[in-house]
């Protein structure tokens, strides 16, 4: 079997419309991919910067896979929160991202976005805050079912990630 | 223990791979703080890996901004660590604390970061954002306040674990700058890809098969080409 370490960090987000966010992620893969070492899903601290302008995580991935094909490599998708001073969560943006197939160094860049719904929540939301939020989550890093849904795009998800494949080549598989 | 780089021992069948890492801790950019700071680093690293050479731990001079509009702390501190390992998972992480002053002169530190050291061979640039922690009530935030005591990690190792941080809230002020220069060894004998390069391409052996066996004038244009594939494969 062919293995694949992930190992970096979700190093933070930017371009909010405001700090003091946090974020849910996953990692996605299809049957064939097994995981052998290492949380596949997690949450990330909440940080309130003081200089506005970077919203900081530096949350640690650490993951191991092995697989016996291609079909179904693992991407990232991701839930990012607004944490208000009373502790409210408010949904400020979903995104998802595969994990580069290239071994080595990445910086990767994750653009996010959230559903508008109708008229009436963008009116209610201008004012009172809160929005539609997706009934099923999977919808996020598939392509289907895409089609009837209103979206804003929001800020961005910065990760670095280290990718280390093995065995790869013996099978013939170029990456 | 100065060890088995050094010595370039040729190990055919190895069981471990090396990695070294030299580097530094460069300077500290924190627009909102003014006292002297001073750096403490160690690594965390997962059950499988040893280190076999350097200082796994270390804590830098005391430094004042630069009196430039840059106004950065340089440290300057030198990092240099060997590990083995069997297995890339439980990766090492560079866990460093920024310490200080309050204004009644009581230590308080000022930031904590970590950061997976870089998988590839080559140079690499890392900025690391320095956060602290909040309270995690009101209550917490006014007695921190009356006693003038900071919340501070028990653990100042928790910032390079991935679980339990969704409890955690902290203000983030100021980043750190680290250069590191990694060399692995024997990290493709045991299989392992960590650069595109090293990865063989299927055709590149009857690429290189051609190369080695120029039957025509017109190889002369191909070689070059083979040549790259073959280089590849080695």
Same mark, same amino acid.
């Given at each position: 079997m062919a293995e694949v370490h992930i190992i970096g960090e979700i190093v933070g987000a930017s371009c909010f419309p405001e700090n003091s966010l946090f974020c849910k992620w996953g990692i996605h893969a299809g049957g064939a991919w097994k995981l052998l070492a290492g949380c596949k899903e997690g949450q990330s601290q909440v940080d309130i910067p003081v200089d506005e302008e970077f919203c900081a995580w530096s949350h640690p991935i650490d993951i191991h896979f092995a697989t016996k094909g291609l079909q179904g490599w693992p991407k990232f998708h991701f839930q990012v929160y607004h944490q208000d001073s009373y502790g409210r969560n408010e949904l400020y943006g979903y995104g998802f991202c595969y994990?580069?197939?290239?071994?080595g160094t990445h910086d990767v860049e994750c653009v996010t976005w959230r559903p508008t719904g109708q008229f009436r929540e963008q009116i209610s939301h201008n004012f009172v805050g809160g929005g539609p939020q997706l009934r099923n989550p999977d919808l996020v890093y598939t392509s289907s079912d895409r089609d009837l849904l209103h979206t804003v795009g929001m800020g961005k998800i910065h990760l670095q990630l280290g990718i280390i494949l093995r065995n790869f080549d013996k099978f013939g598989v170029e990456c | 223990m100065q060890g088995n780089i050094s010595t370039f021992n040729m190990a055919s069948n190895p069981s471990v791979f090396l990695l070294m890492v030299t580097g530094q801790i460069e300077t500290g950019d924190f627009p909102s703080i003014s006292d002297d700071l001073y750096v403490k680093f160690n690594y965390v690293y997962g059950q499988d890996w040893v280190t076999t050479a350097g200082l796994e731990e270390g804590t830098s001079q005391t430094s004042k901004k630069s009196q430039d509009d840059r106004s950065l702390y340089a440290w300057n501190f030198p990092l240099d660590v060997t590990f083995k390992s069997t297995?890339?998972?439980g990766w090492p992480q560079l866990v460093i604390n920024i310490h200080g002053q309050d204004v009644f002169g009581t230590a308080v530190v000022r930031g904590y970061g970590a950061v997976h050291l870089p998988i590839s061979p080559g140079r690499h640039v890392r900025h690391m954002p320095m956060f602290v922690p909040e309270s995690s009530s009101h209550f917490q935030k006014f007695t921190s306040w009356a006693m003038s005591r900071r919340p501070e990690f028990?653990?100042?190792? &928790?910032?390079?674990?991935? #679980? !339990?941080? #969704?409890v955690t809230r902290v203000k983030s002020q100021g980043s750190v700058r680290v250069t590191f220069n990694v060399v692995s060894r024997d990290m493709k004998k045991l299989g392992y890809d960590v650069v595109p390069s090293t990865l063989s391409i299927p055709s590149a052996a009857t690429a290189s098969a051609m190369a080695s066996n120029? &039957? &025509? !004038?017109? !190889?002369a244009a191909a070689v070059p080409t083979a040549n790259v594939f073959a280089m590849k494969t080695s």
């Open positions: 994990v580069p197939t290239a071994p | 297995n890339p998972f028990r653990d100042h190792n &928790t910032v390079a674990r991935s #679980e !339990g941080r #969704e120029p &039957t &025509t !004038g017109a !190889g």
